[in-house]
């Protein structure tokens, strides 16, 4: 059983050995797309007065088969042991030491549709490039992406989406 409460490197070397550190990393980013887009669902689940019960038959249902074993386990944990207050400093301290034992960086790559493997390989090769050290690449569908892409690698953020090169254009044109 994978236990990210006492050691996070435990937790990293036993996704590692499992061949699902990817997985892993990729339902982090899924994890929270969905609460950053779906009102609700991440006050329902953080929330302190909310059972451990309710919060673990919200999350079975709204998650269903969206996110991989491994992820479903660590949450289950989370909110078994009244800890998902800690989840973002949990994730982000797991995602800091994955980059500094991997010498690498993870970027999130939001479109409206899927990116072929050509496309992923292109866009990782040239932030590889860019950051002089490995990327691990997620291409997450968002519907707040109409067309075009947004890239968030680390701390950085590139929007080039077709929302964003609109509104360039109306504040070019309001001048």
């Given at each position: ?72 386990e ?22 800091e ?52 892409l ?26």
């Amino acid at each position: 059983m994978l236990n990210y409460r006492y050691n996070l490197k435990e937790l990293l070397s036993a996704l590692e050995s499992a061949g699902e550190l990817d997985f892993f990393v990729t339902d982090i980013f899924r994890f929270n797309l969905v609460c950053e887009e779906n009102f609700g669902v991440r006050e329902l689940l953080f929330d302190e007065h909310i059972a451990r019960e309710s919060k673990s038959e919200y999350f079975n249902q709204v998650f269903a088969g969206m996110l991989g074993n491994n992820f479903r386990e660590f949450m289950r944990q989370l909110i078994e042991n009244n800890d998902l207050p800690f989840y973002d400093l949990i994730s982000r301290k797991f995602i800091e030491l994955l980059g500094r034992e991997k010498n690498s960086v993870f970027a999130e790559v939001l479109t409206a549709v899927d990116l072929t493997p050509e496309q992923q390989g292109l866009i990782q090769k040239e932030l590889e490039r860019l950051e002089d050290k490995k990327v691990y690449l997620h291409n997450i569908v968002s519907r707040n992406v109409l067309g075009g892409l947004v890239i968030k690698c680390g701390e950085k953020m590139l929007d080039l989406s077709l929302q964003s090169g609109l509104e360039q254009l109306k504040a070019a044109l309001a001048v």
